[in-house]
Nanobody
Framework: QVQLVESGGGLVQPGGSLRLSCAAS????????MGWYRQAPGKQRELVAT???????NYVDSVKGRFTISRDNAKNTVSLQMNSLKPGDTAVYYC??????WGTGRNDYWGQGTQVTVSS
C-alpha cells in the first residue's frame, strides 16, 4: 500500500501564493504519474496538474502560467507552487499518484485533501 500526506493549504488573499506538498510512503516499488486534483463545493473533482516520472507536466488551462508542479523522485514527493491565486481557485486539493507497491500491483492512490481558500 501507498499513503499520501499533503500539507500547505490555508487561507490566502487574492493575488497571494501558497505551496502544497505531498509525500508518498509505504511499500513503494515504483511511482509513475503524480499530480494534484481539486474539488470545489458543488463541483466535480478536476485535474489541476500532473507530472510524469520523467518530468513531463500537464496543466488545466485555468492555472497555466500561475501554478507550477514539481517532484522529487528520490524523496517520493510532489509539490504545487500556486501564484496569483484567485477566488476561483478555492477548493479542496488532493494529491494523487499512480504507483506500484510490493505485493499489490499498480494502483491509483489519493491523499486526504487539503483546503485552499482564496478570499479577502
Amino acid at each position: 500500500q501507498v499513503q499520501l500526506v499533503e500539507s500547505g493549504g490555508g487561507l490566502v488573499q487574492p493575488g497571494g501564493s501558497l505551496r502544497l506538498s505531498c509525500a508518498a510512503s509505504g511499500s513503494i516499488s515504483s511511482i509513475y504519474g503524480m499530480g494534484w486534483y481539486r474539488q470545489a463545493p458543488g463541483k466535480q473533482r478536476e485535474l489541476v496538474a500532473t507530472i510524469s516520472s520523467g518530468g513531463a507536466t500537464n496543466y488545466v488551462d485555468s492555472v497555466k502560467g500561475r501554478f507550477t508542479i514539481s517532484r522529487d523522485n528520490a524523496k517520493n514527493t510532489v509539490s504545487l507552487q500556486m501564484n496569483s491565486l484567485k477566488p476561483g481557485d478555492t477548493a479542496v486539493y488532493y494529491c494523487y499518484c499512480n504507483a506500484k507497491s510490493w505485493g499489490t500491483g499498480r494502483n491509483d492512490y489519493w491523499g486526504q485533501g487539503t483546503q485552499v481558500t482564496v478570499s479577502s
